[in-house]
């Protein structure tokens, strides 16, 4: 049974910080692109970030490149998710996602697992 549990979500202010986890259980992990994904009250889910399961350089999302920093680890079978300079316009549902051998796609399409989400909300 595939499982990823999403951690670190809270709330923080604006220009501040926080650090998502996501680990993962039941698959190779190793074999696995991750990516976040987010999703605002009322709005579609957006692509965030991702990271290609061969080592590959991460993609952003424009609203978040330069703030927002991917990275795993395959021996903890962990993504993280380092958000800083939050804006109140990051406020949304995260969720991470597998996709199994991929190059880290901006669409939720290709993903076969899915963590349950951590909220996010960052105060002005």
């Known amino acids: 049974q595939v499982q990823l549990v999403e951690s670190g979500g809270g709330l923080a202010q604006a220009g501040g910080s926080l650090r998502l986890s996501c680990t993962a259980s039941?698959?190779?992990?190793?074999?696995?692109?991750m990516g976040w994904f987010r999703q605002a009250p009322g709005k579609e889910r957006k692509f965030v970030t991702a990271i290609s399961w061969s080592g590959g350089s991460p993609s952003y999302a424009d609203s978040v490149k330069g703030r927002f920093t991917i990275s795993r680890d395959n021996t903890k079978n962990t993504v993280y998710l380092q958000m800083n300079s939050l804006k109140p316009e990051d406020t949304a549902v995260y969720y991470c996602?597998?996709?199994?051998?991929?190059?880290?796609?901006?669409?939720?399409?290709?993903?076969?697992?899915w963590g349950q989400g951590t909220q996010v909300t960052v105060s002005s």
């Open positions: 039941g698959l190779t992990f190793s074999m696995y692109a």
């Open positions: 996602a597998a996709d199994w051998r991929g190059s880290g796609s901006y669409f939720p399409g290709p993903y076969e697992y």
